[in-house]
């Protein structure tokens, strides 16, 4: 058996590393937010720094925050944590963080991506570690204030000061992610398996698939009402089993019928071709190609985000679920 991965929960960690220093949290999107206010509610000294008196610095200030320029924030940080864009992270830091940070201030980073592939080069004298949620920023703040906390990864990549797990171990309890439990990694696994994660299942894999079944229902000359709910709505209910109760027990939840199906038929479609394509996604994320082809797309204004996205928005599984909608959310559990 390979060797067991290093668990970290909340009897492991202590705020103490952190809780005399000011961290700057930089942005207030998806994970910015959620992590600033769950440092915050740890009792941790949050100062958000945003780049523009936009949507974000509205939403700071609604949730008490008083932003400031990130420059500012950063002047007067020791743990500075990056929670903008990974395509924008190298030229906040290049042009705002470097010149203005104190000498020896922690650089922290929620994924792996612009240390990993050389996009910034921190300076020798300042920590460089990482905290990963492994879910949606919205998420890790609903658990949090549920009592919980989403899973994370951590990673040390510079450790100059000697300490920088016990700090990257602090930053995870103060998102409350060691009440589930904190898994050590580096950098290179967590953002190679992140990119992998996200395009052949999370994101791209799962909508896909979806999107083929719903497709194939609609084509065959079934109705468009009819195939969303069966290849797109019920996922989310069928996950939640797999959440709660693993394979084991999603498959003990649906019909024998379901079962053989399921066990003959998945495995069909889901074939070595697919899992031959998995591992060229893999090697593409792995050689660095997919980097490279991602930088340059930002670098042209991202046509194929902007496309992909109208597609989508347009497209009849959208707006056969704009049809849906009520009947979804009418049928949603009330508490
Ligand atoms: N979305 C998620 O739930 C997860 C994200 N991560 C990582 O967290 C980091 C942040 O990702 P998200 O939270 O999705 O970011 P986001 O897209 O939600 O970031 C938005 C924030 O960045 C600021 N921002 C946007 N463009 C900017 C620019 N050009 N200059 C300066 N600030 C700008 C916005 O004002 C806003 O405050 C990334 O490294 C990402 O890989 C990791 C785990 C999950
Ligand atoms: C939410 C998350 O973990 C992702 C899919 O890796 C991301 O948003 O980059
Ligand atoms: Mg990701
Ligand atoms: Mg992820």
Same mark, same amino acid.
């Given at each position: ?83 903008? =864009? ?36 921190? =300076? ?99 109705? =468009? ?111």
């Amino acid at each position: 058996m390979k060797k067991l991965a290093k668990i970290y929960t909340d009897q492991d960690a202590s705020l103490d590393p952190i809780k005399d220093k000011k961290i700057a949290v930089l942005g207030y999107g998806n994970q910015g937010r959620a992590w600033a206010l769950n440092l915050r509610d740890s009792g941790l000294n949050v100062i958000v720094g945003l780049e523009r008196e936009g949507n974000s610095w509205k939403q700071a200030v609604q949730d008490g925050f008083q932003p400031v320029h990130t420059e500012d924030a950063v002047k007067q940080a020791d743990i500075i944590i990056f929670l903008i =864009p990974d395509m924008v992270q190298r030229y906040v830091y290049r042009e705002k963080v470097q010149p203005n940070m104190k000498e020896g201030a922690d650089l922290v980073f929620a994924h792996g991506f612009n240390i990993h592939y050389k996009l910034i080069d921190p =300076p020798s004298t300042s920590d460089v570690y990482m905290v990963a949620p492994k879910g949606p920023g919205a998420t890790v703040r609903d658990f949090y204030t549920k009592g919980g906390g989403v899973p994370a990864l951590v990673a040390v990549q510079q450790n100059p000061s000697g300490k920088a797990m016990e700090k990257a171990l602090a930053i995870a309890k103060g998102i409350g992610a060691t009440r589930a439990g904190v898994i050590e990694t580096t950098f290179k696994e967590e953002t190679e398996t992140d990119l992998f994660g996200e395009q052949t299942t999370l994101v791209g894999g799962v909508m896909e698939l979806m999107r083929s079944a719903f497709r194939t229902l609609v084509e065959l000359g079934y109705q =468009p009402e009819v195939a969303y709910f069966e290849t797109i709505n019920e996922m989310k209910m069928i996950v939640d089993i797999i959440y709660e109760k693993g394979f084991t027990g999603m498959l003990k939840a649906v019909s024998d019928t379901a079962k053989y199906g399921g066990l003959t038929v998945g495995k069909f479609v889901i074939n070595e071709e697919v899992r031959k394509r998995m591992l060229e996604a893999a090697e593409k994320i792995r050689s660095g190609k997919f980097a490279e082809e991602w930088i340059e797309e930002y670098n042209r204004g991202s046509p194929t985000i902007k496309e992909g996205l109208e597609e989508i928005e347009n497209s009849l599984e959208e707006q056969t679920r704009r049809r849906l909608k009520e009947i979804i959310e009418r049928g949603k559990p009330k508490s």
